[in-house]
C-alpha cells in the first residue's frame, strides 16, 4: 500500500523553499494517501543547536504544518525523538550502509567544507537516519525538493543492500517525489544558489514568519536582469534570477511557468515584482497569523506531537522488531 513520508529539520525559520518545495506538496498528498510527516529533531543536532531554541523550532515546524493545511486527525504529524525506531533503524543502517557511500554525498561535502575532521559523527551518518525514517514505516513516497533527491536515492541502496544481505524483500525500494515549478527555490540575491535557512542575509530569503511590508520589500531588492519578461519559458534561459520569480510566482499561484509567461509576457519588473509581492502576501499571510495564533498555544501543539508519535509507533514498532528478526536479535 502507498504510504507518504517526510521531514523537514528544525533548525532556524521556515523559508518560502520549506513551503514550496515540501509543506505545499505534503498538504496535496493527504487524503490521496496515507501520509506521515516528522519534524526531524535528531537530525536538527548533527549541528550545534541551542536546546531552548530547538524546542522553539520544533513547535514552529509544526505549527507551519499546521497552518498550511494538514491535518492531524489526517496525516501523522510528530517529532522524531518521540519515536526510539528511528534511532534504532538508523544503527542498524549505519552496518549495512557503506563508508563510501557516506563519502559521495554533496550535501555532507558542503555542509563540512574544508574542515570535515572537525564536523559531528552525526553529520556524516545523517543520510544513513534519513533512510531509517523512510524505512520504518515502510514508505513508498517522499515529496521532498531537489537538494534531498540524493540521500532518498542513498535509501533506495541501503534498501536494496539490507534485502540483498539478509536474503529478503522486506524494505521498500522507496520513490522520491520531486515535482511542480518549485523543487528548487533560488536565493533572491544569486539566482545560482538555493534559498536556504541558513543563508547570511535575511534579503536572499522569504520566511514563511514574514510580514507583508517585509515580503513585498524582499520581492521588490530581488536581484533581477534588466530584460523584460519574455514572449515565451525559452526567453528565461541563462536568466537564472527571472526564472525564479517566475516559478516563485507559478508555484504559489497552483500554475505553471508557461501560464505566468503568457499572462506576463513583455511586462517588465517594475509591473511583475509587485504583482509577484502581493501574489505572496495574500498566500503566506493567512499562514503566517494562523502560525502565531498556534505558536501562543505551546502546549497544544505538544499535544498533537505526543498523539502523532503514538500513533507513528503503532506502525514502526512491528516494522522495528520484523527487522531485529530478521538481523538474528534475540529478544524474549
Ligand atoms: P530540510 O529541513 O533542509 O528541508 C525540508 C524540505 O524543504 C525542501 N527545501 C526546498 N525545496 C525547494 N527549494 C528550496 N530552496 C528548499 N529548501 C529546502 C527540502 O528539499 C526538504 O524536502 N534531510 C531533510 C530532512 C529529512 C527528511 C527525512 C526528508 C530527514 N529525514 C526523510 C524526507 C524524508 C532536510 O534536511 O530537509
Given at each position: 500500500t502507498p504510504r507518504v513520508f517526510s521531514g523537514i529539520k528544525p533548525s532556524g525559520g521556515l523559508t518560502l523553499g520549506n513551503y514550496l518545495g515540501a509543506i505545499k506538496r505534503f498538504v496535496g498528498m493527504q487524503g490521496e494517501m496515507e501520509t506521515i510527516y516528522c519534524v526531524v529533531d535528531l537530525h536538527a543536532i548533527t549541528v550545534w543547536q541551542d536546546p531552548a531554541e530547538l524546542a522553539n523550532a520544533t513547535r514552529e515546524v509544526a505549527a507551519g504544518y499546521l497552518a498550511a493545511g494538514l491535518d492531524p486527525t489526517q496525516s501523522i504529524l510528530f517529532?522524531?525523538?518521540?519515536?526510539a525506531g528511528h534511532a534504532e533503524l538508523g544503527w542498524v543502517f549505519n552496518c549495512v550502509a557503506r563508508v563510501g557511500w557516506m563519502n559521495r554525498m554533496t550535501q555532507f561535502k558542503d555542509k563540512a567544507g574544508?574542515?570535515?575532521?572537525?564536523?559531528?559523527l552525526g553529520l556524516y551518518a545523517y543520510p544513513s537516519l534519513m533512510a531509517a525514517d523512510i524505512l520504518l514505516y515502510h514508505a513508498t513516497h517522499v515529496p521532498v525538493g531537489e537538494d534531498q533527491k540524493q540521500h532518498v536515492e542513498l535509501t533506495r541502496d541501503i534498501a536494496a543492500k539490507f534485502n540483498h544481505d539478509f536474503g529478503t524483500a522486506f524494505f521498500p525500494i522507496t520513490e522520491p517525489v520531486i515535482d511542480g515549478p518549485a523543487t528548487r527555490v533560488m536565493n533572491l540575491r544569486d539566482g545560482t544558489r538555493k534559498m536556504s535557512k541558513s543563508g547570511e542575509s535575511d534579503m536572499e530569503r522569504i520566511n514563511m514568519t514574514d510580514d507583508a511590508d517585509t515580503i513585498a520589500k524582499k520581492f521588490k531588492k530581488a536581484k533581477t536582469d534588466p530584460a523584460a519578461l519574455p514572449d515565451?519559458?525559452?526567453?528565461?534561459?541563462?536568466r537564472p534570477e527571472a526564472r525564479n520569480l517566475v516559478d516563485i510566482y507559478a508555484a504559489l499561484d497552483d500554475s505553471t511557468p508557461e501560464a505566468v509567461i503568457a499572462a506576463y509576457?513583455?511586462?517588465?519588473w517594475g509591473r511583475f515584482k509587485p504583482a509577484l509581492a502581493d501574489l505572496a502576501v495574500a498566500k503566506l499571510a493567512p499562514i503566517s497569523q494562523e502560525m502565531s495564533r498556534l505558536m501562543n498555544d505551546p502546549a497544544e501543539i505538544d499535544r498533537i506531537l505526543a498523539q502523532g508519535a503514538a500513533r507513528a509507533r503503532q506502525i514502526a514498532e512491528p516494522i522495528l522488531k520484523q527487522t531485529y528478526d530478521i538481523v538474528g536479535f534475540l529478544r524474549s
Open positions: 517529532n522524531q525523538s518521540q519515536v574544508t574542515n570535515a575532521e572537525k564536523v559531528s515565451t519559458l525559452d526567453g528565461l534561459a541563462g509576457q513583455g511586462a517588465g
